[in-house]
Structure formats: C-alpha cells, structure tokens
C-alpha cells in the first residue's frame, strides 16, 4: 500500500473557511497556500508551494493575490504605473471574480490562536 501524505497548509488564523466549490471567493487563501496557478508558474518561475504573491489584507480579513493588487512588487519589470493595468491582467488569468474553481475538500481544523504568521502582511505601497 502507497504510503500518501497530505499536504499541510498554514493560514492566518483569521481567514474565511474555503468556500463550497463554485461559490464566490471570499479570499480564504486555500487554493493558493496549496500550489501556485498558472500567472505564478508563468510571471514568479514558482512550480510548486505555498504562491509568494499570497498576500494577507489585515484590514479586509482575507487573502488577496498580489499579482492582481500589486504585480509591480513581485515583477520589478512593472512599473508602477502600470499597476491598476497589470492587475486587472492578472485577475483575467486566474478567473478572479468566477467563484471558487478549488474542489478540494479540507478536513476539520484544529481551533488555534490567532496569529499573523503565515502569508505576507506586507501591504502594497
């Protein structure tokens, strides 16, 4: 018998739980703490982990990709002016606003501690 294990991922303790699949995204990070989608395979050379442009909004309680809010940060070719232009790109790539595409079903979490360790809390400047 394959021995498989699966994967772990660590969230702010304070992100939404993952929506039902289809649902709309409520910025609960799962899907991009788990692999990277293609705008990070293609834009940061990232194949496998937990997305770098994973990006934790404190005031708004929810992950955002970076790519879509302040790609200039993760690819320095961007200049910041092209920002608002670059994002609305990248939010076309990953289907950003067509509900959950993540049909992974997650197991029962452990309560914890607030933390605010886990995902990037740097906001955009």
């Not at 961007?78 to 990248?90: N, T, V, W």
Request: proline content about 8%; aromatic content about 8%.
């Amino acid at each position: 018998m394959k021995n498989t294990q699966l994967p772990t991922v660590e969230l702010h303790s304070f992100a939404p739980a993952k929506p039902e699949y289809g649902a709309h995204c409520n910025g609960c990070g799962v899907c991009c703490a788990l692999e990277p989608c293609p705008v990070a395979h293609v834009f940061l050379f990232q194949i496998k982990g937990k997305c770098r442009a994973l990006l934790w909004q404190d005031d708004a309680n929810r992950y955002v990709c970076g790519m879509v809010v302040c790609p200039d940060r993760y690819v320095r070719l961007i200049p910041h002016a092209l920002r608002e232009r670059s994002g609305r790109f990248f939010a076309s790539r990953i289907a950003a606003g067509a509900g959950c595409d993540f049909a992974a079903e997650l197991d029962d979490m452990p309560e914890s501690t607030p933390s605010t360790a886990s995902g990037t809390n740097r906001p955009c400047a």
